[in-house]
């Protein structure tokens, strides 16, 4: 099943894919402009990786101190980072280079405190699409934490499905793509994740216990490249959803 948080009429409602947009709880069909997209499901906390496929550590190699071998680069994020399907994210004045990040976002179902490989994917309650932007000219080294490259506000975007996890028969062997302004400019598949999603859950309960809501962005292959003022920035995993932002400017922003 997939589901969607949207606000619509002064309300906040769950929503399903419906043949002309979708379909509110109580019955009404939308068009997909009509509503407000919120983040499909209640985000505990955010969980990223940074590269997390061999071919984004091999697009990245010049400016990396860390290789494939590594353990995971983790980080987390704020809640005022999020927004959902259709929202706008501010490119900021004067940067060189911002890209798009399209990611499997992995949503925790249920506590995991040390759990094997072997358990992990029952602690899985479902999958959403999400950006993951950047903004690398903040990025300096290994010592100083990126927070303003990942944790700006409206700079991660999730949605618009949350889809259950018994209906992905294999998270592990889905396309992604980005297209800008329709164009192509990323393609993968998660076969291709350097650590897998039971390795992630593994890794990371053995330290920090995960709740239900957290959810884990499992990182982006290779294919990024700058996006302006303007762009319509789509990122796509089969079997997942279509998500849909626009970069803007400062000036809405009143800056």
Known sequence: ?????????????????HERGLQLADGRVLAEHEVVWLPPFEVGTIIALGLNYADHVKELAKELTVTSKDEPLVFLKGPGSLIGHRGVTRRPRGVAFMHYECELAVVIGKTARQVSRGE????????TVCNDYAVRDFLENWYRPNLRVKNRDGGT???????????????????????????????GNTCDMIDDIPALIEYLSGFMTLQPGDVILTGTPDGVVNVNEGDEVVTEIDGIGRLVNTIVGDEIFGR
């Open 1 to 17: 099943m997939k589901t969607a948080r949207v606000a619509y009429a002064g309300a906040l409602h769950e929503a399903h894919p």
């Open 120 to 127: 992990a994917m029952r602690h899985v309650a479902g999958y």
């Open 157 to 187: 975007v999730l949605g618009p499905w949350f889809v259950d996890a018994a209906d992905v028969p294999d998270p592990h062997a889905l396309a992604l793509r980005t297209r800008v302004n329709g164009v192509v400019t990323q393609q």
